[in-house]
């Protein structure tokens, strides 16, 4: 991996964890269900997207 590629990849990684946090933030203080639901489905996504990300760096 190019040192190029592997800032996008720190990048795409720290970017992740910062939705993953604001979408679980945003669930915490939101009162319609449907709308804490969405946010949670967003914040486990984001939380899935880290972890592949991390494993195509771990290869």
Not at 15 to 39: F, G, H, I, R, W
């Amino acid at each position: 991996m190019t040192p190029k590629e592997l800032m996008y990849m720190e990048d795409a990684l720290g970017m992740e964890q910062q939705l993953e946090t604001k979408c679980n933030d945003y669930a915490s203080k939101v009162q319609d269900p449907n709308l804490q639901n969405t946010l949670r489905q967003f914040a486990t996504q984001h939380q899935q997207h880290y972890s592949c990300l991390l494993k195509q760096l771990n290869q």
